[in-house]
């Protein structure tokens, strides 16, 4: 994450917080000084039961929202410095006309900051990977795939 020219006032560590298909993960926590670096691979793994058709998959994801926030180990709950929202489906699978990186692609998106937050918005650096995989499902004695 970078912010140029942002330095913060309060010195406490940061983390990232990532709500993705009704999951949530974080980040290990870093030092209070732009650029963060998070070094880390979060895996986010969903069963979705009865989704055939890929397209309904498409739907459900269209419809569910996948939420990163920048949070600062303020007490008492810690402090919401900036947020980026998307529905889970473009964020899984952006358009393809980015650039391909070292793990996927790579992108860049600006944050949503808080009131709270003075300077200009943080961009976040990620890329994501999907992998989408059928499952053999059992009911009673018959099989279906």
């Given amino acids: 994450i970078t912010c140029p020219g942002v330095q913060l006032k309060d010195k406490q560590e940061l983390y990232l917080s990532v709500f993705v298909l009704g999951q949530h993960k974080r980040t290990e926590r870093v030092p209070a000084v732009f650029p963060l670096f998070f070094q880390e691979r979060l895996v986010f793994e969903k069963e979705f039961v009865n989704i055939v058709d ?7 994801l269209e419809f569910d929202t996948a939420v990163l926030e920048l949070i600062q180990l303020i007490p008492p709950e810690g402090k ?3 947020t980026y929202e998307e529905n889970t489906r473009d964020f899984l699978f952006p358009d393809p006309k980015l650039t391909h990186g070292r793990r996927g ?9 808080s009131p709270s937050f003075t300077g200009i918005a943080p ?5 994501t990977t999907s992998l989408i995989s059928d499952s053999l499902l059992i009911s ?3 099989h279906i795939q």
């Fill in 54 to 60: 890929p397209g309904d998959l498409v739907k459900l």
């Fill in 80 to 82: 919401v410095l900036a």
């Fill in 105 to 113: 692609l790579q992108r860049e998106v600006l944050m949503k900051r």
């Fill in 123 to 127: 961009k976040l650096r990620f890329s």
């Fill in 140 to 142: 009673g004695r018959s």
